[in-house]
Structure formats: C-alpha cells, structure tokens
C-alpha cells in the first residue's frame, strides 16, 4: 500500500472515499461498447476496403490503408478550389489523398497509401450506414486513381433490368 505525504496509508476505499471515482475501465475490452470512435472508424475502413481487395488483390497489394485525424493539407483559396486527381474533396475540404510510392526525406522508399481523413468523412455521414457508404464510394475512387482506370471498372454497377 502507499503512503501519502501525511504518512497515512492509502486503500481502495480511501481513493474512493475521497471522490477520485472508479479506477480502471468501465467496460471490458471484450463488449462493442469499450472501442473508441478511431477504433469503430478503423474497423468501418478496413470493411469497406475488403470489398475492393476481394476483387483486385493482385493489383493492391503494393498499396497501404491510413488514417489521419483532420486533413493536413489545405486549399489556397477555398472559394475556387482545384483538388488534383490524387484528392478526394467535398469543396475546399478533402476527404482522402493518394500519396504515390515514392522517395521520403531520409531517402528510402515508400509505398503507396491511401490516406483517408476522420473527422471530414464523419461529419459527412449522418448514420453509420451513411458512414460505410461514403468509405466505400472514397475508396472506390481512389483505389481507380490509383490502379489509372474508371472507378466504374473497380466497382462496376448492377446491370439493372
């Protein structure tokens, strides 16, 4: 058991007594409800992109997935905004870029990754179903940029009757 500085030995009950609260986790890491917003996003992000690799395995398996809180890229003037192919925007606030293979500062080589941004994408989505939906539709876009073809050949549309 510690000491406090009065020389008092602190217990449980003491701690709790004193207002501090419960210590440690309300919900085991096992029930749905313990995972954050990042972690449910990730999960979201990692379905949809399934649905593609299903499909194009071969073609992405040079290709990485990330995750960034908020764009760190900005458009100069936001009023007549042009996104390159490599961003995904809705206006002047992008939703995903493709960062092509390439050359980092220290000099090695990196892949290519699609690097999608939370908190745009989230506010876009009313419900979780509209979540899954936009991930998908971003992605399909992407992977299309990335693979040089129409998104209509990654995600080619029912043939409807």
Do not use: C
């Not at 207002?19 to 996003?41: E, N, Q, T, Y």
């Not at 890229?73 to 293979?101: H, M, Y």
């Not at 908190?119 to 979780?128: G, Q, S, V, Y």
Request: proline residues 9%.
């Amino acid at each position: 058991m510690a000491r406090t500085g009065s020389g008092r030995r602190t217990t449980s009950r003491s701690a709790s007594r004193r207002g501090r609260g419960v210590r440690g986790p309300i919900l085991p890491a096992s029930l749905p409800g313990h995972r954050s917003r990042a972690d449910k996003f990730d999960r979201a992000v990692l379905e949809a992109f399934a649905r593609i690799d299903h499909r194009w395995h071969d073609k992405l398996e040079r290709l990485d997935i990330a995750v960034d809180e908020v764009p760190k890229i900005r458009a100069k003037d936001p009023e007549s905004v042009n996104w390159p192919p490599e961003v995904v925007a809705e206006g002047p606030v992008p939703l995903s870029r493709l960062v092509p293979a390439g050359i980092d500062k220290r000099g090695e080589t990196t892949r290519a990754r699609i690097v999608l941004f939370r908190r745009p994408l989230e506010r876009r989505a009313k419900h979780p179903e509209d979540l899954e939906d936009l991930l998908f539709d971003v992605l399909v876009e992407q992977v299309a940029t990335y693979l040089g073809v129409d998104p209509d050949v990654v995600d080619p549309l029912p043939d409807e009757d």
